[in-house]
């Protein structure tokens, strides 16, 4: 096998990067971060090779005895649900449930919308815009914008019905036709889970899939025309955070005292 292109030394590098004024335990919190987004792309990287066996006409049979393993757990792994988002479905457990909702909704939004065949980076706004309580749709509101107004500019068709109850991991790929994640929109999501890397959560909220969304893609400049620009609202999302983390901590020193 040729030289790895990734050393264990460019890794580590990296990961001194991120807080090169921190301590060792806060480059070691740093450190289980970006293994776990290593393994998001290795999971990714053998589910593209995966696909093109199959494309070339490989058996399930030859994938496994090529993988070292069996063929049903070459299945089990790579078969997504119809209409769900390709290799990499363990990075839907990260996602905290407003989130899962939000992608839920999108796929929604996408399914109904008649000018589109798959669901776009501007469904996932709109989805994540259906949740009220989440730090994206907060981080909107107190910017004063109106969540009609991005719908409009996102040119998104109205708004389906909240869903009743929390979405899993599974519900994010269920099959809905015509709604299944087009590559700009799973170009999105792999980018939301950068920006919870940058923050150092071991979670994906909606608060960083916005913040995807505004950073690059063909929604960043239609919710910057909203008044979403980038660092404004990175700005207002940092806000609620701290803001939620306040009222999180208050509630904790309100049950020591009782």
Not at 31 to 42: F, K, L, W, Y
Not at 52 to 81: P, T, Y
Not at 188 to 217: F, K, M, P, W
Request: aromatic residues 4%; charged residues 25%; glycine residues 8%.
């Amino acid at each position: 096998m040729k030289e790895f292109p990734v050393s264990l030394d460019t890794l580590i590098t990296f990961v001194r990067t991120i807080h090169p004024e921190g301590g060792a335990l806060e480059a070691l919190s740093d450190a289980v971060r970006v293994s776990g987004r290593v393994e998001e792309q290795a999971d990714a990287l053998i589910g593209h090779f995966v696909d093109q066996a199959r494309r070339s006409g490989s058996s399930w049979s030859q994938i496994g005895e090529s993988m070292g393993v069996s063929k049903q757990a070459a299945q089990q792994r790579f078969v997504a649900r119809p209409g769900g988002m390709a290799p990499g479905q363990r990075m839907f457990e990260r996602f905290a449930p407003r989130a899962r909702n939000a992608l839920v909704m999108a796929r929604r939004l996408a399914a109904e919308d008649d000018s589109a065949t798959e669901t776009e980076p501007r469904h996932l706004v709109g989805g994540l815009l259906s949740e009220p309580d989440g730090i994206a749709c907060l981080a909107v509101a107190a910017l004063g914008v109106e969540v009609a107004d991005v719908y409009r500019v996102l040119s998104l068709p109205p708004l389906p019905r909240r869903l009743a109850d929390a979405a899993s991991p599974a519900d994010v790929q269920a099959d809905l036709p015509g709604a299944a994640f087009g590559t700009e929109a799973k170009e999105t999501i792999a980018n939301a889970l950068d920006v919870a890397l940058h923050y150092r959560h071991n979670y994906i909220g909606t608060e960083h899939l916005i913040l995807a969304a505004a950073a690059q893609g063909p929604a960043a400049g239609p919710l910057e025309a909203a008044g979403l620009e980038l660092e404004r609202l990175r700005a207002e999302v940092e806000r609620q955070i701290e803001t939620v983390r306040a009222s999180a901590r208050s509630g904790d020193n309100a049950q020591r005292e009782t």
